[in-house]
DNA sequence: AATCGCTTGATTGTCGACAATGCAACTAAA
DNA sequence: TTTAGTTGCATTGTCGACAATCAAGCGATT
């Protein structure tokens, strides 16, 4: 069992550096001052770790074994799972601890049902509450996300990046810090973990960078109605595509339900 | 200072059996089984109290004066403020402690937007995924909820807790765990701050009732559109009727921006 | 043989004390 | 008088140990 999480500890280390890159990217331009305290760091660990699969989805939390692997108190560590059940990657019970939370295909919908409401919002109020110059560098980060993933063909984690980065953007761009608030830190982290867990890369890659584009620029018309529909339309397409992988890998080693 | 506080606390305590009414009431529809840790009591206390506005808005979170004055450690108080901070009641700094959150203008309209959203897809969500049994249920609360209010004219918190309760109701209808989270845990706390340090109970209330009986109606109908749309209308009117009172109040004693 | 109750083990919840960090007042120099 | 530096204090972050609660295994009884 310990053997097991050793091996599977060494692929995901194989992983890493472009996790790394991943995470420098969201740090620098996200809002993430964070890791100034222990709690502070512990959380990103666990996050990775549960985002990448590193700790089984289902599986429970055992406090003492955290603090033990990450040679730290129980003190930040209860800290940091508060905050993980807080973008629900993991549920607690009371005096019955944490569990991490399961994949399933009515999950999937539910959380896309909110996305697509939740971004289409954001969009229409980017479309009024951007200025001209935040516009211009979203543009001008889609063009360079481009060309560097049509250098790094296949390299999922770019792709993920990008994308990451444009419904970031547009949804600081609202401007309300609620909205922010929900779908930078709350959602999208379990996002993240249904697609990277899904094995997401596959064909959409160029057709995702039409439609980011097609959003932005009805945000530079301030064309708030069409930026939404068109947001809209793109995150059910992409909730669609992960459906039928979450729906095969269900039925091979049953994560549904 | 301490002798204020006593005050405060004599005053708060002359409304608490309408509190427990209301407080109990929602306890027994709504998903609280929570009351079982000493951090979960110690929070629903320090929710009243900011919500009431016996901790002043804006004012600093003293974690060892709090353990004092609710005689417990200061481990299961951290973990109430951690569950406050994500319920939007209270903003914290590494290393610098926790504030009560300050009502502004700006706050409220941000917040309900997000509701009119929100609450505009609950309602949408709604219409298809209620039973009819759930439907009834609701209307024959709104005509129990209409004949309480009618024997005591002027107790807000009869209002209070019947719009809670109807809100609380379609929301649940939608049947979305996510959504439910956001409105029923994260948002609401904040919502009912607003209005209660408002002093929300004006002449809105048969119209309130007229309104929820609409949405209620177009749920029935399984009209999804519609609902979605007089939900929307309705928490629109809700914030106007706040905005005013917030506006006014702003400018005698500063609690805005 | 099956079920109920008890006991044991482990896990979570709570506590008090210590360490580290940040804030503020005070001093001294320009 | 103002500003920079320093010192002291208060608050937060962290730690290890204790208490309360829950789960499971064992034994006794019907």
Redesign the interface.
Same mark, same amino acid.
């Given at each position: 069992m310990q053997l097991k999480s050793y091996l599977t500890n060494a692929i995901i280390w194989l992983k890493l550096p472009l996790l790394f890159n991943y995470v420098d990217n969201a740090m620098k331009n996200q809002h993430l001052p964070?890791p100034?305290?222990a709690a502070?760091r512990v959380l990103l660990e666990i996050q990775r770790a549960i985002v990448e699969g590193e700790i089984a989805a289902g599986s429970k939390i055992s406090e003492p074994e955290l603090a033990k692997r990450f040679d730290l108190s129980r !003190?930040p560590l209860?800290?940091a799972l !508060?905050?993980l059940e807080?973008c629900?990657l993991i549920e607690r019970t009371?005096?019955a601890g944490a569990r991490v939370v399961k994949l399933s295909v009515a999950?999937l919908v539910?959380?896309y049902? +909110?996305r697509e409401?939740?971004e289409g919002?954001a969009c229409r +109020?980017a479309a009024t509450q951007m200025t001209d110059e935040e516009i211009a560098e979203v543009q001008q980060l889609l063009d360079q996300h481009l060309s560097t993933q049509r250098v790094r063909e296949g390299e999922s984690y770019y792709q993920e990046a990008g994308d990451v980065d444009f419904h970031y953007r547009v949804i600081q761009g609202s401007k309300?810090?609620? +909205?922010i608030?929900?779908l930078c830190d709350? +959602?999208y982290y379990l996002v993240r973990m249904y697609r990277v867990q899904m094995g997401m890369n596959g064909p959409r890659v160029s057709r995702a960078f039409d439609e980011h584009k097609a959003i932005i620029n009805a945000i530079a018309n301030r064309d708030g109605e069409l930026a939404e529909l068109l947001m809209r339309r793109h995150i059910g397409a992409s909730r669609i595509n992960i459906e039928k992988h979450l729906s095969i890998k269900g039925k091979d080693h049953g994560t549904s339900t």
């Open positions: 964070e100034v305290t502070d !003190a209860r800290e !508060a905050r807080r629900h009371p005096n999950g539910s959380l049902q +909110l409401t939740l919002m +109020l309300n810090p609620y +909205l608030n929900i709350e +959602l």
